[in-house]
């Protein structure tokens, strides 16, 4: 958790920054990214109430290894694509023009229908994954996973559709 009156707003690149020390093992100048598995439950059970939230995790694969699997309960993170579909370079600003990073954004949907939540994720990876013990590309990401008012709206839609079911039974 931050400090009281501590806002925690980084860019692209200082995001990519923290990814690249935390995969290294490198002290993190403070405590804002937490470390979830992303991919295991809803976004609202991640978000614990706040609007955005900051996560480190690692992909699940398929047993392929060629597919990512991002199913979260009982639903799925599915990439919003440009018309390219290639995500977004995260360029050093040293003049350089340097590639750092790449920048996936994702919306979370329920069920087989696919309904759209509003809630957002951007999935930043670095460039080139460094290589575990054995030989293997790490999959080692950062999240930022927000709410949209679409979101909070559904969310409070849910509470009351709830709490009017269990005044019925």
């Known amino acids: 958790m931050l400090p009281p009156g501590f806002t925690f707003q980084p860019n692209d690149q200082e995001l990519v920054v923290y990814l690249c020390e935390w995969i290294h093992h490198m002290p993190l100048s403070c405590n804002a990214v937490e470390e979830a598995d ?36 009982n639903g799925t993170w599915m990439l919003n694509t440009s018309k ?3 995500p ?17 954004n994702l919306s979370f949907y329920l069920g087989k229908v696919k ?12 460039c080139a994954p460094p290589y575990d013990k054995n030989g293997t590309k790490d999959q080692k990401v950062l999240c930022v996973i927000r709410q949209s008012p679409q979101a909070i709206n559904n ?6 559709e709830a709490s009017s079911l269990s005044e019925i039974s």
């Open 38 to 73: 992303v991919y295991s439950q809803e976004p609202e059970a991640l978000l614990l109430g706040r609007e955005r939230a900051y996560f480190f995790t690692t992909l699940r694969t398929s047993s392929s290894g060629l597919r990512v699997q991002r199913q979260a309960g």
């Open 84 to 86: 390219t579909g290639t």
């Open 88 to 104: 977004v370079n995260v360029v050093c600003d040293n003049g350089d023009e340097v590639t750092v990073g790449h920048k996936r």
């Open 115 to 126: 309904k759209c939540t509003g809630f957002v994720m951007d999935e930043y990876l670095l």
């Open 155 to 160: 969310a409070a839609k849910r509470k009351r």
